[in-house]
């Protein structure tokens, strides 16, 4: 983040500025705070979370998301749903149902939950990409 906030970043050359990280047992209200503060008027930095880590988003392309302890049990029960080879588990599969985003902003928290808010980390389990996906009106 140090280096995104330097004169010569970059980041002017943007309408608009996306930035996916993993919980992995870490608060990352530190780093949303870091996205606020780069954030200009007309270029705004978001910071999407997912807790507690990225395959909460794939999961819910196949499955409704579950009360996972930690990264590792999301990890787990990617690893059994979804057709990926062992040692593979960080590469999608060559089928990956790109067509569910619709069911998969659905799915990435609990049922009856709220989605979290743009630029927040909501509980676990739950990711912020679905508004990372309006924007890029594929929802």
């Not at 780093?31 to 270029?43: G, I, Q, T, W, Y």
């Not at 979290?116 to 924007?135: E, I, K, N, V, W």
């Amino acid at each position: 983040m140090k280096v995104l906030g330097r004169p010569r970043s970059g980041l002017d050359s943007f309408d608009e500025v996306w930035i996916v990280v993993d919980h992995d047992g870490v608060s990352r209200s530190g780093f949303l705070e870091d996205c606020r503060k780069l954030s200009k008027k007309n270029r705004p930095v978001h910071g999407v979370v997912s807790v507690p880590c990225f395959e909460v988003w794939l999961t819910a392309h196949y499955c409704q998301v579950r009360n996972y302890e930690d990264q590792h049990d999301a990890q787990d029960h990617y690893a059994q749903i979804a057709p990926v080879r062992g040692g593979e588990e960080k590469s999608l599969p060559k089928d990956f149902p790109w067509d569910a985003v619709a069911d998969a902003a659905q799915r990435c928290r609990l049922a009856g939950a709220l989605e979290p808010g743009l630029d927040t980390q909501g509980p676990c389990p739950s990711t912020t990409m679905p508004h990372l996906m309006r924007a890029l009106g594929l929802l």
